[in-house]
């Protein structure tokens, strides 16, 4: 089955860093799902999931402005794997981080509109 599966949330102090991977999941027959264009939205307690940045199939990258400057996002197509560099974390930073992708074998979309279960990022004062 085709999944987004994130990791790399975890508690830090304020001003650390911490790494968040998405990676698209194999099929039973080994095949790896592709990534495109992926998004990532946060979700703190008691408030609205919010847009954080978005990586596209030619790695360009765009960023909420509450984290220009402090997140970065790259990918490696060859694991099919986004990763969200999380640098001068802040506390209001503490939420549960998803991504956001279509995903495809080949140029085959085979699910349109994956979501992660989400990575906990809580970051300490």
């Known amino acids: 089955q085709a999944q987004l599966v994130e990791s790399g949330g975890g508690l830090v102090q304020a001003g650390g860093s911490l790494r968040l991977s998405c990676a698209a999941s194999?099929?039973?027959?080994?095949?790896?799902?592709?990534?495109?264009?992926m998004g990532w939205y946060r979700q703190a307690p008691g408030q609205q999931r919010e847009w954080v940045a978005a990586?596209?199939?030619?790695?360009?990258?765009h960023y909420a402005d509450s984290v220009e400057g402090r997140f970065t996002l790259s990918r490696d197509n060859a694991k099919s794997t986004v990763y969200l560099q999380m640098n001068s974390l802040k506390p209001e930073d503490t939420a549960v981080y998803y991504c956001?992708?279509?995903?495809?074998?080949?140029?085959?979309?085979?699910?349109?509109?994956?979501w992660g279960k989400g990575t906990l990022v809580t970051v300490s004062s």
């Open positions: 956001n992708a279509d995903l495809y074998e080949g140029d085959i979309l085979v699910a349109m509109d994956n």
């Open positions: 194999g099929s039973p027959s080994g095949t790896i799902f592709n990534i495109k264009d």
């Open positions: 990586i596209t199939s030619g790695s360009f990258t």
